[in-house]
């Protein structure tokens, strides 16, 4: 393994571009949820994920695009969480609280 290998915390570029965009998204989810989307800016975003705004739109080419992809993330950690096949209403509504422990970010304050 020679030096500049052992020093690269990642496996690949995929995986250090994978990893910025989560963080990128993280910060999006974070912002958007304390601000709103007209008070949220893409270069706020940019600074608070630690990449500058060029960086941030290699990765999502406008701020409704980071949107569709913080919503979708949303909706595929609900759907991890999930049992549609349960068949017992009250037992799904028992487990919207489990949602909010996952993401307090999304409780009003």
């Not at 080419?61 to 096949?85: C, F, G, T």
């Amino acid at each position: 393994m020679s030096a500049l290998e052992s020093s690269r915390p990642y496996a690949s570029l995929f995986a250090k571009g994978e990893d910025r965009r989560q963080r990128i998204m993280a910060v999006a989810e974070r912002l958007l949820a304390r601000n709103g989307w007209r008070s949220t800016s893409l270069a706020q975003i940019a600074k608070e994920a630690g990449v500058t705004p060029a960086g941030l739109l290699h990765h999502f080419e406008s701020k409704e695009q980071l949107l569709n992809a913080v919503l979708d993330a949303r909706d595929a950690d609900d759907d991890a969480h999930a049992d549609y096949h349960s068949g017992d209403l009250i037992t799904e509504l028992s487990r919207v609280p489990e949602r909010f422990e996952r993401a307090p970010e999304l409780i009003g304050t």
